[in-house]
């Protein structure tokens, strides 16, 4: 009898590190439906929203051949993608603070357009029946890895493909990060080419791709199974404290629970959208 993936466990790199950070804010994220609406909740932010769009426009090229890629701007892609999180549905309080992160938006794409790099070679798409790639991290345990990555970019040569994660936030992944380890886990389980590389675009810089070392799979696979049953065995016996009381990472969850944040809106994805008070 095949597993239920209904039933099982899911975890990803966002879930990940949300557990890390607080198991508290864990559960306020991932696993909290508000009673009256069916809903997950998630805090909108300015930063948050640039990240969504500029990801947005990029991810809609890689299934269009090469030569139709950039036939149109990437800032007029842009355009119908913003209407989507204007205002205080993108955690904007006022419209020059949208307008700063707008600019920031735009210049990312135009330093894209300008050096396309890898954008101009052919790339992969992993399919998925839900549009999220996953596979089976342990079957026996119920355990569900899954997550998208930004760009797979195909190299005829070697018959492999090259993992590429677009960053549009000022600071460097830590070294320590479990990113890449998913990533690499992800990209070996759900399309048949081997992983020759992997490397960071910094989209707010002129450096172009930053080349990163591939993790070890198999210790790749240990780290990311090791957390993924303590995410289960949390949500099996329902633990979810914070470790300090409160913390940076779950008081915003918990100012929703109390009223004092502001809903906006209802995301593609049907999570709440709040915003927190100043």
Request: glycine residues 6%.
């Amino acid at each position: 009898m095949a597993p239920d993936k209904y039933s099982a466990t899911w975890v990803s790199h966002s879930s990940i590190s949300d557990f890390l950070k607080c198991p508290r804010s864990y559960y306020l994220r991932n696993v909290y439906k508000d009673p009256l609406t069916g809903h997950k909740m998630t805090i909108m932010s300015p930063p948050l929203a640039l990240g969504q769009a500029v990801h947005e426009v990029i991810e809609s090229l890689a299934v269009l051949p090469v030569d139709e890629r950039l036939k149109i701007s990437l800032v007029k892609k842009l355009d119908p993608v913003w209407l989507k999180i204007m205002g205080k549905r993108g955690g904007f309080k006022t419209h020059s603070e949208e307008m700063v992160y707008r600019d920031r938006a735009e210049q990312m794409l135009i330093n894209l357009q300008e050096d396309p790099g890898p954008i101009l070679h052919k790339a992969i798409k992993i399919k998925s029946s839900i549009n999220l790639p996953n596979y089976w991290l342990s079957a026996e345990d119920s355990i569900i890895l899954c997550g998208k990555i930004d760009w797979l970019e195909y190299d005829e040569e070697n018959d492999s493909v090259h993992i590429i994660d677009f960053k549009t936030g000022k600071n460097e992944e830590k070294e320590d990060s479990l990113q890449l380890p998913i990533y690499l886990l992800l990209a070996t389980n759900t399309q048949s080419k081997k992983v020759s590389g992997a490397s960071y675009w910094y989209l707010d810089r002129d450096d172009g791709l930053t080349e990163k070392k591939l993790p070890d799979i198999e210790e790749s696979f240990e780290k990311v199974y090791t957390i993924a049953r303590r995410i289960k065995l949390a949500r099996q016996i329902n633990h979810f404290k914070c470790p300090k009381g409160g913390c940076y990472a779950c008081w915003p969850y918990e100012k929703i629970l109390k009223g004092e944040a502001e809903k906006v809106g209802v995301s593609e994805t049907r999570q709440d959208m709040y915003i927190l008070p100043d």
